[in-house]
């Protein structure tokens, strides 16, 4: 399976972004995805994944309440809503296929990321 990640942009604090992660490769619709971010300087950071075949999702605790994370096997793409955008936002924001249970979440094979810069 192979990722795409787009959507990224500048936008102002208190604005919204939707993400795209588009997927190629046969049985797109059987792994989990997730999303990740890096910001300058730090770690990359887990926010959310998507299982494949029923919908579970989880999210990491920090990033809880702003963001959202979707997906539509018939575009074979996940999304990833994300409201209210703070400055510390600012990152390149990456989808990867996942290993996922009902507690944790570790990427496996990486996209290329998408930029979102939040700024005033």
């Known amino acids: 399976v192979q990722l795409q990640a787009s959507g990224g942009g500048s936008v102002q604090p208190g604005g919204s972004l939707r993400l795209s992660c588009a997927g190629s490769?046969?049985?797109?619709?059987?792994?989990?995805i997730g999303w990740f971010r890096q910001a300058p300087g730090k770690e990359r950071e887990g926010i959310s994944c998507i299982s494949g075949t029923d919908g579970r999702t989880y999210y990491f605790e920090s990033m809880r309440g702003r963001f959202t994370i979707s997906r539509d096997n018939a575009k074979n793409t996940i999304y990833l809503q994300m409201n209210n955008l703070k400055p510390e936002d600012t990152a390149v924001y990456y989808c990867?296929?996942?290993?996922?249970?009902?507690?944790?979440?570790?990427?496996?094979?990486w996209g290329q990321g998408t930029q979102v810069t939040v700024s005033s």
């Open positions: 990867a296929t996942v290993f996922m249970s009902d507690y944790d979440c570790v990427g496996d094979s």
């Open positions: 490769g046969r049985y797109f619709d059987l792994h989990p």
